[in-house]
């Protein structure tokens, strides 16, 4: 059986997809056609449709490295403690199934009542305070305010 190397790497690259990362699979095809020396740097870069710095990056990651996987990347990891999310992780055990009481009950938490149309109210008059009315004035049917006595006195022996 013989293997035509532009055939392989023509299939093992006819599926990539521009800006996604290189597999292991094709990171090591690449280091292995530039150390044996059957391509150059360029040729590989566009058999691959890769741009040449690429296929550079990915030759000094072996000989940094030697590991054709993916390195792990910077930042704070995603992390979840919702028990919903850990049971979908299979880290807690699934809840039991929902009895048929327990299904309608919840159903009829989950409806809300309609909302009932309010009646407007009629505009209350304000009650305006003692200190505000003249001097004498009546407040209730006719009356003068029992605290205005020494007020109402005083203005009419004026």
């Known amino acids: 059986m013989k293997l035509d190397l532009d055939e392989f790497i023509t299939d093992l690259a006819a599926n990539r997809e521009k800006n996604k990362e290189l597999?292991?699979?094709?990171?090591?095809?690449?280091?292995?056609?530039?150390?044996?020396?059957?391509?150059?740097?360029?040729?590989?870069?566009?058999?691959?449709?890769?741009?040449?710095?690429?296929v550079n990056k990915t030759v000094e990651n072996w000989q940094a490295h030697r590991s054709f996987d993916t390195r792990p990347r910077s930042g704070r990891?995603?992390?979840?403690?919702r028990p919903r999310n850990l049971r979908r992780l299979g880290l807690l055990p699934p809840l039991p199934p929902k009895t048929a009481t327990q299904t309608k009950t919840s159903a009829a938490k989950k409806q809300k009542p309609l909302p009932q149309p309010q009646q407007p109210q009629p505009p209350q008059q304000a009650e305006t305070p003692a200190q505000f009315l003249p001097t004498g004035e009546a407040t209730?049917?006719?009356?003068?305010?029992?605290d205005w006595g020494h007020q109402l006195q005083a203005s009419t022996t004026i």
């Open 140 to 146: 209730d049917g006719g009356q003068p305010h029992p």
């Open 77 to 81: 990891p995603r992390c979840s403690t």
């Open 23 to 54: 597999t292991p699979i094709e990171r090591a095809v690449i280091c292995t056609l530039v150390a044996s020396g059957a391509k150059g740097r360029s040729q590989i870069a566009s058999m691959f449709r890769l741009d040449p710095k690429t």
